[in-house]
């Protein structure tokens, strides 16, 4: 519903001909990543059958987004596409996570696994104790250190709850 009221407010008065074009009956692909609303249209079905008619299509999208352009007959442009409110915070759709206790289970994962890479003196930040490293004992610890050695904005994903959906204690430890 979010995206087709975007669409409807945002792209709404593309078309220039005289009919009345519903601006569904363009769309060839619709793609909302982050904040932004990326469409492709088909200028055959807004614009008039003649030069003019595209290059008026083109001013029209240009004042909707300066980066807009035709390539071979489809209107390829962006809006945007603001976040979700939640609380008192804006939270992208693609990053919230479903439930407040899977955030916290995955901020525990990493500290944990932090915490075990330091025992086995194996810590990404403490690179002149490798000399000491030894093997962990256990399959628990060894499904968990790995955690520990994501990249650094994964690990802060993970312990601010930013993570994607689908990323849950049970996907990570599943993991090879």
Known sequence: MRVERAITVSLGNLATT?????IFEAIQKVTVMGERLF???DVAVLADDDRLGTTR??????????D??????????SVAFPADRRGRTKISPDRAMANG???LQLASLVRTAQQRLDEIAASPLEPTQHEQMSVPSSIWIRQRIVIGLLA???????LTGKAP??????WMLAQD
């Open 18 to 22: 005289q009919n009345d074009v519903d």
């Open 39 to 41: 469409g492709e249209l």
């Open 57 to 66: 299509l083109l001013d029209r999208a240009e004042l909707i987004d300066p």
């Open 68 to 77: 807009a352009q035709i390539e071979d007959g489809v209107l390829r442009l």
């Open 101 to 103: 206790d899977t955030g």
């Open 152 to 158: 650094p904005d994964i690990q802060r994903a993970l």
């Open 165 to 170: 959906q689908h990323v849950t204690p049970e």
